[in-house]
């Protein structure tokens, strides 16, 4: 198992909506419904965002969304907020046990 | 609150030992999971190991299997990392993370701040 391959960089304006892939196999996104999505900003930890591939943590704004097709899963981000300007990366559970994660994406907002 | 306060930033030389604690606050440690995870510059998190910190019973990653011990101090909700053999490229932020039990999988679902080892000569 090798990192889940991401976007390096995606950018949109404010207000607008932007997504981001995440691509596995079979073994690991393809495999279960135990995909998850973080937010870090520069210098923090990371911060959940997305569990169980849609699920939002209680509070958390429904600006994010999560869904998975096959062997890829996706991150949107609607109504754009300068805020939202950070890295996201995508983790699965893998049919080795453990998580494995993604290479993580640069979110711009022009 | 939830808060995973992590020990401070380390340097140490090839071949040396370093120790990373992570103190639990704001839930009953003993029903979750603790995680370890690390982020080298520029790069996504790795997933290194977890402990049962009911139980104590350990899991650890292909690539760090023998290299890396995990271990709890209940009276203290305090988790403990130790990392051996120390190479240039373990050069990276360590995370504890805090597991809930999804079975089969679990999930990192809060993070403490991070503490940054450097390995150098």
């Known amino acids: 198992h090798s990192a889940l391959t991401q976007p390096a960089s995606v950018s949109g304006s404010p207000g607008q909506s932007i997504t981001i892939s995440c691509s596995g196999t079979s073994s690991d996104i393809g495999a279960y419904n135990f995909v998850s999505w973080f937010q870090q900003h520069p210098g923090k930890a990371p911060q959940l965002i997305i569990f169980?591939?849609?699920n939002r943590p209680s509070g958390l704004s429904d600006r994010f969304s999560g869904s998975k097709s096959g062997n890829t899963a996706s991150l949107t981000i609607s109504g754009l907020q300068a805020d939202d300007e950070a890295d996201y990366y995508c983790s699965s559970y893998t049919t080795k046990k453990s998580p494995i994660f993604g290479t993580g994406t640069k979110v711009t907002v022009l | 609150q939830v808060q995973l306060v992590q020990s401070g930033a380390e340097v140490k030389k090839p071949g040396a030992s370093v120790r990373v604690s992570c103190k639990a606050s704001?839930?009953?440690?003993?029903?979750?999971?603790i995680s370890w995870l690390r982020q080298a510059p520029g790069q996504g998190p790795e997933w290194m190991g977890w402990i049962n910190t009911y139980d104590g019973n350990t899991k650890y990653a292909q690539n760090f299997q023998g290299r890396v011990t995990v271990t709890t101090d209940t009276s203290t909700s305090t988790a403990y990392m130790d990392v051996s053999s120390l190479r240039s490229d373990d050069t990276a932020v360590y995370y504890c993370?805090?597991?809930?039990?999804?079975?089969?999988?679990?999930?990192?679902?809060?993070w403490g701040r991070g503490t940054l080892v450097t390995v150098s000569s």
């Open positions: 704001g839930y009953t440690f003993t029903n979750y999971g």
């Open positions: 169980d591939v849609s």
């Open positions: 993370a805090r597991d809930v039990n999804l079975a089969p999988a679990t999930l990192q679902d809060y």
